[in-house]
């Protein structure tokens, strides 16, 4: 299950991301927006809420330039989100980082890469081993 949402600026990007994980049979909550203007911060949290509580095994998250919703996203405990405009980002960050949520900026890059990146993260595994105890130093500094 994936949690997916978006501000206005990222409405058609997520419409596109949408269509695509309807393709391949990926179930998802769309966590908004409809295309109205809205704050970037409420849908983050809206989204990374479903992920934290394991409703979603993952998020997906959409603004203008991907920037500000990731850096909401990262003020929740337990949310490793990374904003990635690269496929090779978009693997890393499954490997190495345990991300949880895919953050793209919707008026940066077009569906076609946004499809691929999405396609990428969703079925990149974490690997686990020495990088297992850097993303338990990671979730550390929320207590901080």
């Given at each position: 299950?994936?949690?997916?949402?978006?501000?206005h600026?990222?409405?058609?990007?997520?419409?596109?991301i949408?269509?695509?994980?309807?393709?391949?049979?990926?179930?998802?909550?769309?966590?908004?927006?409809?295309?109205?203007?809205?704050?970037?911060?409420?849908?983050?949290?809206?989204?990374?809420?479903?992920?934290?509580?394991?409703?979603?095994?993952?998020?997906?998250?959409?603004?203008?330039?991907?920037?500000?919703?990731?850096?909401?996203?990262?003020?929740?405990?337990?949310?490793r989100?990374?904003?990635?405009?690269?496929?090779?980002?978009?693997?890393?960050?499954?490997?190495?980082?345990?991300?949880?949520?895919?953050?793209?900026?919707?008026?940066?890059?077009?569906?076609g890469?946004?499809?691929?990146?999405?396609?990428?993260?969703?079925?990149?595994?974490?690997?686990?081993?020495?990088?297992?105890?850097?993303?338990?130093?990671?979730?550390?500094?929320?207590?901080?």
């Amino acid at each position: 299950m994936i949690a997916i949402g978006s501000d206005h600026a990222g409405y058609a990007l997520k419409c596109e991301i949408i269509k695509h994980l309807e393709e391949k049979g990926i179930e998802f909550i769309d966590c908004g927006c409809s295309g109205e203007s809205v704050d970037y911060p409420d849908i983050a949290e809206k989204t990374c809420a479903k992920v934290v509580s394991g409703e979603a095994d993952k998020g997906i998250l959409i603004c203008g330039t991907g920037v500000g919703i990731s850096i909401s996203a990262n003020k929740i405990n337990g949310i490793r989100a990374a904003l990635c405009g690269d496929w090779y980002s978009a693997k890393y960050t499954r490997l190495h980082n345990d991300a949880n949520v895919l953050c793209m900026g919707g008026r940066v890059i077009g569906a076609g890469l946004a499809i691929e990146i999405t396609d990428i993260f969703l079925e990149t595994e974490f690997e686990g081993g020495r990088h297992a105890r850097r993303v338990e130093k990671i979730m550390k500094l929320e207590e901080k």
